[in-house]
C-alpha cells in the first residue's frame, strides 16, 4: 500500500485560536500522533508527561506528550500528540482516526468513514 497523507489541524484544548496545520501521514502503526516540538509549542500545547515508544527500526526512545484536539476531513477529536524531533514527517496514529470512525480501505488507499463507530 502507498502512503497516504490528510490535512491535520491541531490545537490547544483551552480554545485558544493558535494552531498548526500541515499534511500528516497516516500511520496505522503508530498508536499516537506526532508534530515537531516547536510547531506544537507554537500552536500553544505544552507536555505533560513522558512516554517511551518503538520506533519502526526496533529502537526505543522517550518523547514527550500533551493533549490537543485533533481536526482532519470535517471530524474534531482530542487525544495524545508527542512533541517530535523537528524535521520529522508529521504522523497521525490510529488512535485519532478510530476516535472519528475512520478507516483505511486498502483497495482504493484512501480513507473511509465507518457507518457507526463500534460500541461493543
Known amino acids: 500500500m502507498g502512503l497516504m497523507h490528510v490535512r491535520v ?3 490547544a484544548r483551552d480554545g485558544s485560536s493558535d494552531a498548526y496545520e500541515a499534511p500528516f501521514l497516516v500511520d496505522t502503526g503508530a498508536t499516537d500522533s506526532m508534530a515537531p516540538a516547536s510547531a506544537l509549542g507554537q500552536a500553544g500545547i505544552r507536555p505533560i508527561g513522558v512516554r517511551h515508544y518503538e520506533l519502526a527500526d526496533g529502537r526505543r526512545v522517550e518523547y514527550p506528550f ?3 484536539q485533533i481536526e ?4 474534531i477529536t482530542a487525544g495524545r500528540v508527542i512533541f517530535g524531533p523537528e524535521d520529522l514527517e508529521p504522523i497521525l496514529g490510529v488512535t485519532a482516526l478510530e476516535s472519528v470512525g ?9 480513507l473511509k468513514r465507518l457507518p457507526a463507530i463500534p460500541l461493543k
Not at 475512520?102 to 484512501?110: E, H, S
Open 9 to 11: 489541524l491541531i490545537k
Open 66 to 68: 500533551g493533549l490537543a
Open 72 to 75: 482532519f476531513m470535517g471530524e
Open 102 to 110: 475512520m478507516t483505511i480501505d486498502p483497495a482504493n488507499q484512501t
